[in-house]
C-alpha cells in the first residue's frame, strides 16, 4: 500500500511539469500552378527522366540509382535508423544476461601448523588439507512497468526518425537522378560547342586559303592574311578548351554513376540537345506529399514533438520489476544443490535533478520550435521553386523560338556576305562582321537549348519527382 501511495505522490510532481503548447505550422496554399501538361498524370513524376526517350540518359541514372555513391551513403543512414529504432524500442522489453560461474578453492596448512582431531567433524574441518568446489548459474532480469505511455512515445520518436531517413533516401535519389541529367545535357552542350568552334575554325581556314590565293597574286594585303591566322589560332585554342571541359564533364558524370576510376572514353557523348518533355499539371498542395525533402521536414517535427513528450514524461517515476533466479552447487561435506528465486520492485523518480530536466525540457521544446521554423520554410522554398522553375520553363520555350529565327537569319546573311566576298564586291570585315553575328547566334540558341533542358529537369524535381511514391509509409514505420 505504501508503494502505491509513493507511485502516486511521484505521479502528482511529474503532472506539474508540462512544455509550452507547440503551435501548428503556418502553411498557407498558393495559386494553382497555370504552366504544365493536364493531360501528362502525375505518376510520371516517379521516373521522370523516362519521358525523355533518351535511352543513354535512362541507363546513367539507372547506375546511379544503383551503385552511385551518394545513394548508397543516404542507405547507410537508413538502415542506421531502422537499428536505431529497434535498438530504442528494445530497451522497453525483458533485461537481463544469463550468468555462469565455478570455483574451485584448496586450503593447505603451512609448515608449523597444528592439525586439530576434533570427534565428529571430518579431518577436512578439523585440520590438513581441503579443496572445495563450487558452481552456480544465475538470471537476473528487469523489465519497466510503463504506466505512462514512455514507450509509446519513445516508439513514434523513433518512428519519425525512420520516416526522416526514409525520405533523406528518397530525396537523394532524386537528387542524384536530376543531377545525372543536368550534367549529361551539360557535356552534350559543351560537345555542341566544340561542333560549333570547329564550324568556326572550318570558316577561318577556308578564308585563310582564299586570301593566301589573293595575296600571293597581289590582290588582297598580307596583314588580311594575318588576321585570318590569328583569328584560325583563337579558334583552335577554343576546341582544345572545349574538349577538356568536356573530358572534366565526363569524368564527373563516371563518379556520379560509382565509375569514376573508368577512362573518360568509356562515356560517349552525343552532340545533340533535343526539346523537352511536357512538364505535368500540378497542385500546389500535391508538394506536401510529392516532395521528400518536405516529407523529410514534417518527420523531424514530429520526431522533435515527441522528443518533447518524452522529456515531460522523465519527470514521471519510473516503477521496474526485478524477478531473480539461480542454482548454485558446491562440492563438499556441507555441500549440495541450491535453488533461489526472488521478486524485487523497484521505484525512482528524480527530486534533486529536477533543475536539470527542466532545462532539458527546454531545450528540446525550443529545437521542437526550430524544426517547425525548418517545416515551414522548406515548404515555402518548395513552392517558390515549383513556380520559378515553371515559369522560367516557359519563359525559355519563348527565348528559343526567337532565338532560332535570329540563327537562321544570321546564316542567310552570312552565306551572302561570304559569296559576295569571294566576287570581290565586299570587303573581309564585312566577312568577318557577319561570321561573328553566325557565331553569336550559334552560342545563344545552344545555351537556351541546353539551359531549356535543365529547367526541365529543375522544374521535374521541384515538383516533387524522382522517387517512387507507391511504397507506402507503413512499410518504414514498421
Known sequence: ??????????????????????????????????????????????CWWLAYNDQQLTDLVGRALGQGFSVREAFTRLQEAQAIRSGALAGFGLQGSLAVSGEAQRTQQLNGGVDIDIPGLPPSLSGGNNTTKSASVTFPVSWEVD???????????????????????????????????????????LAIQIDDARASANIQYRLLDLLTQR???????????????????QAEALVAELTAAL?????????????????????????????????PAGLPGELLLRRPDVREAEARLQAAIGNVRLDELAFFPRLSLRPTGALSYTAGDF????????????????????????AQLGASSARA???????????????????????????????????????????????????????????????LDAEQVVRGAR??????????????????QALGGGWDMSVPEADFRG
Open 369 to 431: 520550435e526550430g524544426a517547425l521554423l525548418a517545416y515551414e520554410r522548406t515548404v515555402q522554398t518548395a513552392y517558390s521553386e515549383a513556380d520559378q522553375a515553371l515559369i522560367r520553363l516557359a519563359a525559355d520555350r519563348a527565348r528559343i523560338a526567337r532565338l532560332e529565327t535570329g540563327a537562321a537569319a544570321a546564316e542567310r546573311s552570312y552565306a551572302a556576305a561570304l559569296r559576295r566576298f569571294e566576287l570581290g564586291f565586299s570587303d573581309l570585315q564585312t566577312v
Open 335 to 358: 555441500g549440495g544443490l541450491q535453488a533461489i528465486a526472488g521478486l524485487t520492485a523497484g521505484l525512482t523518480t528524480p527530486l534533486f535533478d529536477r533543475k536539470r530536466l527542466h
Open 1 to 46: 500500500m505504501n508503494i502505491f501511495l509513493s507511485l502516486l505522490a511521484c505521479a502528482s510532481l511529474g503532472a506539474c511539469v508540462a512544455a509550452p503548447k507547440i503551435r501548428p505550422p503556418a502553411v498557407t496554399l498558393p495559386p494553382v500552378y497555370t504552366a504544365g501538361d493536364p493531360a501528362m498524370g502525375a505518376a510520371a513524376l516517379d
Open 443 to 460: 552560342t545563344a540558341l545552344t545555351t537556351a537549348r541546353l539551359e531549356e533542358m535543365q529547367r526541365s529537369v529543375q522544374a521535374f
Open 247 to 279: 573530358d572534366a564533364s565526363r569524368r564527373s558524370l563516371l563518379v556520379l554513376v560509382g565509375a569514376g576510376t573508368q577512362s573518360v572514353s568509356m562515356l560517349v557523348v552525343t552532340a545533340t540537345i533535343s526539346a523537352p518533355p511536357a512538364i
Open 215 to 233: 595575296a600571293d597574286r597581289g590582290l588582297a594585303p598580307r596583314s588580311e592574311v594575318d588576321r585570318v591566322e590569328a583569328d584560325l589560332a
Open 147 to 189: 504506466l505512462i505511455g514512455r514507450r509509446a512515445a519513445t516508439r513514434r520518436v523513433a518512428a519519425a526518425d525512420l520516416v526522416a531517413a526514409r525520405f533523406d533516401y528518397e530525396g537523394m535519389r532524386a537528387a542524384t537522378a536530376a543531377e545525372i541529367a543536368r550534367s549529361l545535357f551539360q557535356a552534350r552542350g
